[in-house]
C-alpha cells in the first residue's frame, strides 16, 4: 500500500489516570458534508454517464450497474474495475473534476469541534483525493487532519480495497499502530455508512453513525453501532472527557 500523507503519528503520552487518546478515523460524504443533495446527484449522474460511455450501454443498464456495483463491492469503482476493466484513476478524474466547492453544504465550527477532540485524526474516505482536499481545505479542517487516505490510496498488497473491505481496516489499525489487543479500543470510526461500521465493528473499532444526512441506515439498535448520533457535533457533548481535550 503506497504511504498516505500524514504526518508523523504524535507522542502522546496520557496524562496520569488519563485513557490514552483515541485515533479518530472520519469519513468525509454524509459525515462532515451534506452531500445528499447536490453533490452526490452531480457524482451519480457522472458516473451512470461514464457507465455507458465506456462499456456502450443503455442509460437505465448503466444505473442498474452503478448501484449493483455500489452495493455489492462499497465502491461503484471496484465492480468497474473487476468486471470491466475500466481505469480506475480515468474513473474518478471524469467522476469527480467538477466544482464541488460551488455545491458543499456543511456545518460550521468543524475546525473547532476538531480542536477539541483529543488524539489523531486520520480521514479515511472512498472519495478520490483531488475532490477530498479541495473539501476538507472549504471546511478550514487540512491543519485539524493527521492524514489522509483517500480511495487511491487504498490499496493492500496492490489490490485496491476501499471500504467495507476488513482488509484495509485492519491495515489501517496497523499502520496506526493499533493492532494489538490492548490498542485496538484507542480506534474510532465515524462514519454514515451502516455497512462500513458494521466491518470496522468486526475488525476492532468502536463506531459512531452520523444520521444527519442519512439515506439509509437501521433503525433501532444495532450491535455494530457504539454511538448513534445527528451530527459530529455532538461528538464532544456524548463521548467520555477522555476522548475530548476539555
Ligand atoms: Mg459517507
Known amino acids: 500500500m503506497p504511504r498516505a500523507r500524514r504526518r508523523r503519528p504524535a507522542q502522546q503520552p496520557a496524562a496520569a489516570g488519563r485513557r490514552p487518546a483515541p485515533v479518530w478515523f472520519f469519513d468525509l460524504d ?3 458534508h451534506d452531500a445528499t443533495q447536490a453533490i452526490a446527484a452531480t457524482i451519480d449522474r457522472r458516473m451512470t454517464d461514464y457507465v455507458v460511455r465506456h462499456l456502450a450501454v443503455a442509460q437505465p443498464q448503466a444505473e442498474h450497474l452503478r448501484l449493483t ?4 463491492y462499497g465502491a461503484t469503482l471496484l465492480g468497474l474495475m473487476r468486471h470491466h476493466a475500466v481505469d480506475p484513476h480515468h474513473f474518478l478524474r471524469e467522476t469527480h473534476d467538477f466544482d464541488v466547492l460551488h455545491l458543499l453544504r456543511a456545518e460550521r465550527g468543524l475546525a473547532r469541534l476538531f480542536a477539541r477532540l483529543r488524539g489523531r485524526k486520520v ?3 472512498n472519495a478520490p483525493q483531488r475532490y477530498a482536499q479541495a473539501i476538507v481545505r472549504e471546511l478550514a479542517l487540512h491543519r485539524q487532519l493527521d492524514a489522509h487516505v483517500s480511495i487511491e ?3 493492500v498488497h496492490g489490490t485496491w480495497r476501499p471500504k467495507p473491505s476488513r482488509a484495509l481496516l485492519r491495515h489501517m489499525l496497523a499502520r496506526e499502530g493499533l493492532a494489538s489487543r490492548d490498542q485496538v479500543h484507542r480506534a474510532l470510526l465515524v462514519e454514515d455508512n451502516p455497512a462500513n461500521l458494521k466491518a470496522a465493528r468486526a475488525v476492532g473499532f468502536r463506531t459512531v453513525l452520523i444520521t444527519r ?3 439509509r441506515g437501521p433503525r433501532g439498535r444495532s450491535a455494530y453501532i457504539d454511538l448513534r448520533i ?3 457535533h455532538e461528538l464532544a457533548r456524548r463521548l467520555p472527557a477522555a476522548a475530548t481535550r476539555c
Do not use: E, I
Open 30 to 32: 454524509d459525515t462532515l
Open 69 to 72: 456495483y455500489w452495493r455489492r
Open 123 to 125: 480521514l479515511l474516505t
Open 153 to 155: 490510496r487504498m490499496r
Open 213 to 215: 444526512h442519512a439515506r
Open 230 to 232: 445527528r451530527s459530529v
